[in-house]
């Protein structure tokens, strides 16, 4: 079983910046792809960005792009996403989700493991 746990979240003003880390246990993390997803109030939860495996291709909601960056430390078995630029409707729960395979999907129907999600506030 592979365990997820996300922490960096916190409440911030509009224009700043936070980094989530997604720290993994089990065997097959380096072969796992990962994502985050959020949910933000009223909303189903949405995809923000991936990363396969070993970090060679990377995707991200056009919500997001240029402004967050999603990156990988396989010797940490870790997972970050740097969020700069951060705006009232980035306010949500993000949520780690890995899927045992190289390569990434945007659905989040397609990840096997889920961590418990950080609440990430950004007020105007």
């Known amino acids: 079983q592979v365990q997820l746990v996300e922490s960096g979240g916190g409440l911030v003003q509009a224009g700043d910046s936070l980094r989530l880390s997604c720290a993994a246990s089990g065997r097959t993390f380096s072969n796992s792809a990962v994502a985050w997803f959020r949910q933000r109030p009223g909303a189903e939860r949405e995809f923000v960005a991936a990363?396969?495996?070993?970090?060679?291709?990377?995707s991200y909601a056009d919500s997001v792009k240029g402004r967050f960056t999603i990156s990988r430390d396989n010797a940490r078995s870790t997972v970050y996403l740097q969020m700069n630029s951060l705006k009232p409707e980035d306010t949500a729960v993000y949520y780690c989700a890995s899927r045992p395979t190289i390569y990434y999907a945007t659905r989040e129907g397609l990840y096997d493991y889920w961590g418990q999600g950080t609440q990430v506030t950004v007020s105007s």
């Open positions: 990363i396969t495996a070993g970090g060679g291709a990377v």
